[in-house]
């Protein structure tokens, strides 16, 4: 997101939007574009490392084994 912002780029691209988790069944309904939207706007900083703990989680639950 920082390059985004830094470039002053027009937006974000998710390529499998449909991934998300948007039934809400592994916390928060659409965390990844809720993060994306957010960082976007500034609410939200992607450095931190409890955002990229939080997105980690998330990825780790979402694996099809």
């Given at each position: ?5 830094k ?20 916390g ?5 574009l ?32």
């Amino acid at each position: 997101m920082a390059y985004i912002k830094k470039n002053r780029l027009g937006g974000a691209m998710v390529w499998a939007a449909d991934l998300d988790d948007f039934e809400g069944l592994y916390g928060e309904k659409w965390p990844l574009l809720s993060t994306v939207k957010n960082s976007l706007l500034g609410t939200v900083s992607l450095t931190s490392a409890h955002d990229k703990n939080i997105i980690l989680n998330y990825m780790n639950k979402c694996r099809i084994s």
